[in-house]
Every structure is written in C-alpha cells, then in structure tokens.
C-alpha cells in the first residue's frame, strides 16, 4: 500500500521522490520503526522544496508472516517503488529487494543474525545470509556505528566507500521532568516504588538480560543494595528468551524483579527520569539507543563495553570491560548505588552527551546520500 507523499506529483526537475519502506511504523514502534519514524519527521522538517517522501506499507497482515514478510521483502516493495515511480527506494530494516526498480539505499542497524545469532533456525537462515545479500545488492548502506561499518566491511566483499555511518538521535521529549506527581502517576499505575533499577530493550538473547538478574540477586546476597530496590525490566517479551528471564525472576526473586513487558511512550519516558540508574547489559549492539534516553532524562547509566555502545556513549557511561559476568556488572551496580556523587556526575555528563545525537543531523546526512544516489554520484 502505498502512502501519501508530500506533494502532489510535479514535472519539477528538481523533484526527489524518495519511497521509504516503512512496514515497522506500524506497531509499538521501538527499534526500525523508532527510526523510521523519527527520520521521516525530520526530513520533512526539512522542508526541502521538491523534496517527495512516500510511505511504504503492506496493505495486510498473511496467515503465514514468515512468507508474507519474504513476499513483501522482495517483491511488493519493488512493485510499490515502480509503481510511485520512485528515484530512490530506502529500506529502512536492513534487508533489501534484489531487484528494485531504482537505485537503493540500505540501513542496516546491526548485524546480530551474523555476528551473535541467537535466532531460530528458520529466521536465522533468511536474516543471516538475506541480509548480507541485501547490503552487496544495494546501491548505498547506510549504517548508524562506526563498529556495525566494521562488521559490515569484515562479513561482506562491499567496497568501503558504499558504507556510510549516519548515528541516530534522541527525541526532543527525552528530557528531565519537574512534574513529580505525573511521574508519581505512572510509577503507582505499574505498582512501583523507588529506588527501583531500571533495564530497557526488547528481550532477545543478546540483551543479556538473564545475566543481569544474576547480577541483582548477588548485589542483593552482599546487602550492597537497600531491601527496598527493585528491578524494572522494560521491553518487548515476544522473543524465546523472555522465558528465561521470567523463570530467572522467580527464583526467590518475586517481589524484587519486575518484568513489564511493553510500556507505552510517555510510560516510559517517566520511568526513567524517576530510575536510580538503567543497567544496559548487551552482548552485541548496532548502536544502542536506550542508554542515550536514559541519559536524555538524567539517568546515570552502567553499559557494557562492547561492539557500538563505548563510541555511542562515550566518556557518559560507567562501562563494564568483559567478559560481561554477573559478579561484573554487580560490582558495577553496588558501586553505583552506594556513591550518589557518582550518579550525579554521571547523570550531568549523560545529558551532555545525549544532546550531541539529534534527529535533524541525522536526516541531513540521510537527505544528502539520497541527493548523490539520485545523482549517480554515490
């Protein structure tokens, strides 16, 4: 199905019709769509005369998804860009027709299928050999870390000037809060208290996430924490490893871990302006956007110090060096909560830094990739 553009169809020459492939807006909108959206707002705030954006999306939902999203993927797309008569298609979601109807421009936001995996076998088998077709079929990728271009160069035969890094931004409405008794609100609706320790992210298996629960009961088992503390687990739960997560909580651990599963946006935004700190204990990311937003808000933030999230949140961070353990991470976490003047420090340079990474510079860069691509010239 094909979306509204911007402007009524013109014989303009300085005309740029740009289709977005933009299936993932659709949803809770954390990850792809998150980033599609927020570069579509920011293109168009641009407001760039002749510039066409054109949203496409599926028009249903299939039986089986799994074919849908193939026949969607590589054919529908296509069809769509043709149809729209597009000079750029950009697919958003790191995979790519092999056949589009014009030149394309990739994003490609990690590469966990080919560097952690964690999939099942069936989705591994179309994301982790797809994917890295999609990035030698595109004209331009587009990729939001210096660590993911390095990964892109060392797993796929695409020349380095085809790799472009553009990094994401965070939104203007991540930002500290003096309306206590809305945050009050939100915390009472999902039956918390402070101090509370907050995690965020789609529950998959390179979150780490059963690792950090570890790492809570021994910082409890040392009494480094408070009784009151708890853990808030925030995220998609729709991924195999959340049984995990859920079982690791139950082990003595009821009261104390709470797994809320989605929240909606300005759920979130309170939960983490009222966090004592957030815990982002990934194994593997393409960029790491959570901990930006955390610290957008004046959350102090422990990170692990891999793949993309020391170039993301450089010097704001106190980061865990691997091998990324659970007594690790719970030396990381007692530490921090027993030195406030530490939390404090962090929490000033975390918003410092969070302000570096904005949406407009992003779609900039992005706008300038499409003109070249349009051009030839990439």
Not at 193 to 202: D, E, G, K, N, T
Not at 236 to 265: A, C, F, K, N
Request: proline content about 6%; glycine content about 6%.
């Amino acid at each position: 199905m094909l979306g509204e553009s911007d402007n009524e169809t013109s014989e303009n020459p300085s005309r740029l019709r740009i289709a977005v492939e933009a299936q993932a807006t659709l949803g809770h909108g954390r990850g792809v769509g998150t980033y599609t959206t927020n570069l579509l707002s920011a293109l168009r705030a641009l407001q760039v005369p002749g510039l066409e954006l054109l949203e496409l999306r599926r028009a249903s939902r299939r039986p089986d998804e799994r074919f849908g999203n193939f026949l969607w993927d590589q054919f529908e797309v296509s069809r769509d860009a043709r149809r729209a008569g597009a000079d750029v298609l950009h697919c958003a979601g790191s995979t790519a027709p092999m056949f589009p109807p014009c030149p394309t421009v990739l994003t490609v936001h990690d590469l966990i299928p080919n560097v952690y995996g964690g999939l099942s076998w069936r989705a591994g088998l179309y994301w982790k050999h797809w994917q890295r077709y999609s990035i030698r079929f595109a004209t331009v990728v587009i990729t939001v870390s210096e660590s993911t271009r390095k990964d892109i160069l060392r797993l796929t035969s695409i020349p380095q000037e085809r790799v472009r890094v553009i990094p994401l931004g965070v939104s203007a409405d991540f930002r500290p809060s003096d309306d206590e008794s809305a945050i009050t609100r939100v915390l009472e609706r999902h039956g918390l208290r402070r101090p509370y320790i907050l995690a965020v992210s789609a529950i998959q298996p390179n979150k780490n996430f059963p690792m950090l629960v570890d790492a809570f009961a021994l910082s409890r088992r040392r009494r480094t924490l408070s009784p009151a503390h708890c853990l808030v687990v925030v995220g998609m739960t729709d991924w195999p490893d959340s049984v995990g997560l859920s079982e690791r909580s139950r082990e003595g651990l009821q009261e104390t871990v709470r797994i809320l599963g989605y929240v909606p946006h300005e759920d979130l935004l309170a939960l983490y302006q009222a966090a004592e700190f957030l815990v982002y204990p990934s194994a593997y990311e393409g960029f790491g956007l959570c901990p930006l937003e955390a610290m957008a808000c004046g959350a102090p933030v422990i990170a692990s110090g891999v793949s993309s999230i020391p170039e993301v949140v450089g010097e704001a961070a106190l980061l865990v060096t691997p091998p990324l353990t659970a007594q690790r991470f719970s030396d990381a976490i007692s530490a921090l909560a027993s030195d406030e003047a530490a939390r404090l420090q962090l929490s000033a340079r975390g918003r410092s830094r969070a302000a570096l990474f904005r949406w407009s510079d992003t779609a900039r860069r992005t706008l300038d990739v499409y003109r070249r691509v349009a051009a030839g010239a990439a």
